[in-house]
């Protein structure tokens, strides 16, 4: 699973009360013990160089998001657009 999140200095503090990404390491964490896939690694800066360009007018921006999540295993993009 891929995530580009991208939130203004005024949206910050709801974004991160969502509680997308953990604040803290978890000593348990699976993904600190394993390799770093470079073709994901990749493909999450693609999308964050992408999300950069819509917000600066370069790339069409149908609904605006916040937050993507690349979920690898059925190559499906999902995005949250709205802060409440």
């Known amino acids: 699973m891929l995530r580009t999140t991208y939130y203004s200095a005024e949206q910050g503090q709801r974004v ?3 509680g997308l990404a953990e ?3 978890n000593p348990e964490n699976l ?3 394993n390799i770093q896939i470079s073709e ?3 493909l999450n800066a693609a999308l ?3 999300r950069f360009k819509q917000l600066r007018g370069f790339y069409f921006e149908e ?3 916040y ?3 690349f979920e690898i295993g059925d190559l499906k993009i999902v995005g949250e ?3 409440q």
């Open 16 to 18: 991160r009360e969502k």
């Open 23 to 25: 604040m803290v390491d």
């Open 31 to 33: 993904y600190r013990t």
């Open 40 to 42: 994901l690694n990749a």
């Open 48 to 50: 964050a160089v992408i």
């Open 63 to 65: 609904i605006p998001s």
């Open 67 to 69: 937050d993507l999540l």
């Open 81 to 83: 657009s709205e802060l």
